[in-house]
């Protein structure tokens, strides 16, 4: 077997979007070429945001065997696994926490896979020569964290390095276990839960709101651009601007249409409110949301409902809302375990990290358990 060839790219557009498309899949639209590459393009992932994109590739001979996201780390923000206090209690006692390696999706808590390797590509072989990239003093890296990735990939990169640390987290996705249509998965449910569903939705319509769902080549500039204006409104709420600008909606609505779902909702016709889907052929990914109206249960109607109703009359089998929200679990969002991995360089960070860790993972599995017990789903 030939052998692999680490090379690390300075940015999407060093490799072909064919090439490492095909080694992808469909259902999985953050970890397609187009995606990454707008993020760098639009500016929203650079160096001057604190992002250095350092993807990892492997290589047999002139041959793209597998891929991996990777970029150096120069803050802690937009990454929905954190580890502030970790780089906090480092540098207190004069350690240099940043800059750091990561593999994720920027600004993207979706699971999903993070390595893609070629058919006939041993895996075992292949992580032990991506490591490289970023253990040992080489690197020059305080640690390496692979946050959102599938469960088999965690365990996969556990059987090569044991010594990764393992870090719990929840989030709350809704699986279509034979539903049907929407009346159908209401009848899966409680009478009260039932009850308070039909509820929310009157309560929208009563409004005089009314939603519509458009996917793909439907999604126009003007529609867009109302979104992006929606999407910010929710950021500046906070006091700061969106992590995302508009050319990099329009980067996706130009090179993935089939990837959009935008979820419009309208007063007297006119849009007032909107979020923005991604789906691949399993999975409906809620993602972006935003709103100019003060509205009674709408981000429940956008959010989760549509989302539900656009995974039964499509046949998505999962739709994951997007991170954190314990008030999904009411309307069907059952809790799932995520784990993130560490290596952390110096081992005395590294033993803190670990006995925090292990405090928290029961922490958060006794969480997770509890969330079960709120499902208002029928015995």
């Known amino acids: 077997m030939t052998h692999l060839v680490l090379q690390e790219l300075p940015a999407m557009e060093a490799v072909p979007a064919a090439a490492w498309n095909a080694l992808v899949g469909d259902d999985h639209p953050f970890l397609r ?132 640390l393992a870090r719990h987290g929840v989030q709350f996705q809704w699986r279509d276990v034979g539903y049907g249509d929407f009346d159908g998965f209401l009848a899966a449910m409680t009478s009260k839960r039932r009850k308070a569903i039909r509820r929310e939705r009157r309560i929208v319509a009563d409004q005089g709101l009314t939603l519509h769902r458009l996917e793909g080549e439907a999604i126009d500039a003007t529609a867009l651009a109302h979104f992006f204006r929606c999407y910010e409104i929710t950021y500046l709420e906070r006091g ?67 989302g539900i109703e656009h995974c039964l009359a499509r046949g998505l089998a999962l739709f994951d809302p997007g991170t954190q929200g314990e008030h999904k679990l009411a309307r069907g969002f059952a809790p799932r375990l995520l784990t993130s991995l560490h290596h952390i360089a110096d081992p005395r960070l590294g033993d803190a990290v670990r006995r925090f860790c292990e405090a928290e993972r029961a922490q958060v599995r006794a969480y997770c358990a509890a969330a079960e017990q709120g499902l208002p789903f029928r015995t």
């Not at 993070?114 to 058919?119: K, M, P, S, T």
């Not at 779902?261 to 949301?289: E, F, H, I, M, N």
Request: charge should be negative.
């Open 240 to 306: 700061r601007h969106g992590y995302l600008n508009l050319d990099f909606f329009h980067r996706l609505r130009a090179t993935m249409p089939e990837s959009l779902l935008l979820v419009q909702a309208r007063l007297d016709g006119k849009p007032v409110a909107a979020a923005l889907c991604l789906q691949g052929s399993r999975t409906l990914y809620g993602r972006y949301w935003g709103s100019e109206v003060m509205a009674d249960c709408l981000h429940f109607e956008a959010c989760y409902y549509q």
């Open 33 to 164: 070429h187009e995606f990454l590459h707008a993020l760098e393009a639009s500016g929203s992932v650079s160096p001057a945001t604190g992002w250095v994109p350092r993807h990892l590739t492997l290589w047999q001979g002139e041959s793209l065997a597998g891929v991996m996201p990777y970029y150096h780390k120069h803050h802690s923000f937009g990454e929905y696994v954190f580890d502030w206090n970790w780089a906090d209690a480092w540098e207190r006692i004069g350690g240099r926490y940043y800059p750091k390696g990561l593999t994720a999706i920027p600004y993207t808590p979706a699971p999903g896979p993070r390595l893609a390797l070629a058919e006939g590509i041993d895996p075992l072989a292949a992580r032990e020569r991506l490591a490289t990239a970023w253990e040992g003093e080489a690197a020059g890296l305080s640690s390496w964290h692979l946050l959102f990735a599938e469960e088999a990939e965690v365990a996969a990169w556990q059987a090569v390095r044991p010594g990764l």
